[in-house]
Structure formats: C-alpha cells, structure tokens
C-alpha cells in the first residue's frame, strides 16, 4: 500500500501514522525526521534546512524531491510506504507521480487530516518532543508518566524552536497558501480520502481505517 498523509501542522500526522505502518507494515517515510536527523549531525543539508524551518518556511522543492526519490529507492519500501510531509507541493506531487510512474507503480490513497486552525495551535504549541528518541508528547493530550521524561527511553523531552505560537501560526498559513492546492490535485485523481481529525486521535485512526478500507473494496 502506497500512501500520503497530509494535513497541516498539528493535526496529528505523526500519531496517525504510527498507527498506519503498524496495521499496515509500511515504512513511514518523513521529511521532518529525515531533516532533523540531518540537523542534529550538522550537515550541510541539516544547516540549509534549519535555516527555513526555523522562520517555520517550507524547505526548497529540489533538495526534498531528491532525498526522497533517494529514500524511495530502499529495499523497504518494495511493498510500499506512507510519505508524511511530502509532498507539500503540486510541484512535488507531480514529481512524485513521475518517479513512481518510471518505477511502474503509483500511489494508492492520498489521506487528508482536518482539523479547526485553534486546535491545531493548541496542539503543536503543547507538543514536547524526546531528545534522545524522537518519541512525541503533548502537555495535555498525551502527557508523559513522568513530566519532561520520555516513557519510551527515559530521555529528556523539550519543546522544538519552530512549535512556539507564532512560529506554529506561520507554519499553519504557509500550509494553507501552498500545500492546499495539493487537495485539488489529488481529488482529480479521485485518491483523496477526508478524515475529521477533531477529538480522540485513536477515533482519528478508525475513521481513516474506514476510508481506506471503503476505497479497497
């Protein structure tokens, strides 16, 4: 199963697809990950990176088309994968659609998370992050046992430098202005699957099973 995930920030996206790839045994492919990692090692790509993430700016078209070409071509992914923060453009989606076309394949179900714009603040504002693992919190939704310290590894939690309220606000518009005309795109290939993303994220997770599971049938 190839698969998309889209929605803007605070909507969930990385909850959802935790829940995803282990129903579904795809590989989660993020561009986030894939550049935090190369921030945290201080590569060049992880320098060009922060310097657009951190004014909460999307990274340059090319330099994500081609680490994720380049992530596409793993053995993992033979049976498929689920892209999270890519595309973000229709010039990216179309991209995409040509290397898997050159690759005989094609994406199966594009996902699109909704949620109201104060929520999405509220979310992405309380949202700790685990330094060591990279394992996800938020303050009030989905606290850790013990306050700043990972359930998972017992590392330290902390808040990322682009999830401070105006930063997350630019995030949201620069995601509305230019990665939305990605739902037109994709609803003309009739691959648009609409989830309401409000409330519990495991009653998030049915609803998207059930979209997923229609569109087999």
Same mark, same amino acid.
């Given at each position: 199963?190839? $698969?998309?995930?889209?929605?803007?920030?605070?909507?969930?996206?990385?909850?959802?697809?935790?829940?995803?790839?282990?129903?579904?045994?795809?590989?989660?492919?993020?561009?986030?990950?894939?550049?935090?990692?190369?921030?945290?090692?201080?590569?060049?790509?992880?320098?060009?990176?922060?310097?657009?993430? +951190?004014?909460?700016?999307?990274?340059?078209?090319?330099?994500?088309?081609?680490?994720?070409?380049?992530? $596409?071509?793993?053995?993992?992914?033979?049976?498929?994968?689920?892209?999270?923060?890519?595309?973000?453009?229709?010039?990216?989606?179309?991209?995409?659609?040509?290397? $898997?076309?050159?690759?005989?394949?094609?994406?199966?179900?594009?996902?699109?998370?909704?949620?109201?714009?104060?929520?999405?603040?509220?979310?992405?504002?309380?949202?700790?992050?685990? =330094?060591?693992?990279?394992?996800?919190?938020?303050?009030?939704?989905?606290?850790?046992?013990?306050?700043?310290?990972?359930?998972?590894?017992?590392?330290?939690?902390?808040?990322?430098?682009?999830?401070?309220?105006?930063?997350? =606000?630019?995030?949201?518009?620069?995601?509305?202005?230019?990665?939305?005309?990605?739902?037109?795109?994709?609803?003309?290939?009739?691959? $648009?699957?609409?989830?309401?993303?409000?409330?519990?994220? =495991?009653?998030?997770?049915?609803?998207?099973?059930?979209?997923?599971?229609?569109? +087999?049938?």
């Amino acid at each position: 199963m190839r $698969l998309v995930i889209l929605g803007p920030p605070g909507a969930g996206k990385g909850t959802q697809a935790d829940f995803i790839i282990d129903k579904y045994k795809v590989p989660h492919i993020s561009t986030g990950d894939i550049f935090r990692e190369n921030i945290k090692n201080g590569t060049d790509l992880g320098k060009k990176a922060k310097s657009y993430m +951190d004014k909460g700016l999307l990274v340059p078209d090319q330099v994500v088309i081609d680490i994720v070409k380049d992530r $596409l071509t793993w053995d993992d992914t033979k049976k498929g994968f689920l892209l999270d923060g890519f595309p973000r453009t229709v010039a990216q989606a179309v991209a995409l659609d040509a290397f $898997l076309d050159s690759q005989n394949k094609k994406l199966d179900s594009v996902i699109n998370i909704n949620v109201d714009t104060g929520i999405l603040v509220e979310r992405a504002v309380g949202r700790r992050v685990c =330094k060591s693992c990279g394992a996800t919190y938020h303050v009030k939704n989905k606290a850790p046992k013990e306050e700043g310290k990972c359930d998972k590894c017992g590392g330290p939690l902390f808040q990322r430098d682009d999830d401070t309220e105006d930063t997350v =606000k630019t995030r949201i518009q620069v995601y509305f202005d230019q990665t939305s005309p990605l739902i037109d795109y994709y609803k003309a290939q009739n691959l $648009l699957l609409d989830v309401d993303g409000k409330g519990d994220m =495991k009653e998030t997770f049915k609803r998207i099973e059930k979209s997923l599971d229609a569109k +087999d049938a």
